[in-house]
């Protein structure tokens, strides 16, 4: 029933900006944390930022100071505006939520974020 869609990837060249959304649907309550994970060809899929619900953020050392999230708990929604984007951000990016009640937390479909000249 709970559904979160990610929409905002796409091509961008080194040094752009680009925006991630995920709405959250099919739910009446907010979740816990929502974040952001990334996943390569051939390597494990490993987190970028999260942010909980009392406003707490977190960041992988490698967007620190480029990347920032934001959360609009009444939609349930998840941003993440990256900027100083590099080849190596290149991954598809990963919506994740979860509530305390729910041991396996929700993930998103993906979206494509490809960082090239």
């Known amino acids: 029933q709970v559904q979160l869609v990610e929409s905002g990837g796409g091509l961008v060249q080194p040094g752009g900006s680009l925006r991630l959304s995920c709405a959250a649907s099919?739910?009446?309550?907010?979740?816990?944390?929502m974040g952001w994970y990334r996943q390569s060809p051939g390597k494990q899929r490993e987190l970028v930022a999260t942010?909980?619900?009392?406003?707490?953020?977190n960041y992988a050392d490698s967007v620190k100071g480029r990347f920032t999230i934001s959360r609009d708990n009444a939609r349930n929604t998840v941003y993440l505006q990256m900027n100083g984007l590099k080849p190596g951000n290149t991954a598809v990016y990963y919506c994740?939520?979860?509530?305390?009640?729910?041991?396996?937390?929700?993930w998103g479909q993906g979206t494509q974020v490809t960082v090239s000249s």
């Open positions: 994740n939520a979860r509530v305390y009640w729910v041991d396996s937390p929700y």
């Open positions: 942010h909980s619900s009392g406003g707490s953020t």
């Open positions: 099919g739910t009446t309550f907010s979740f816990n944390a």
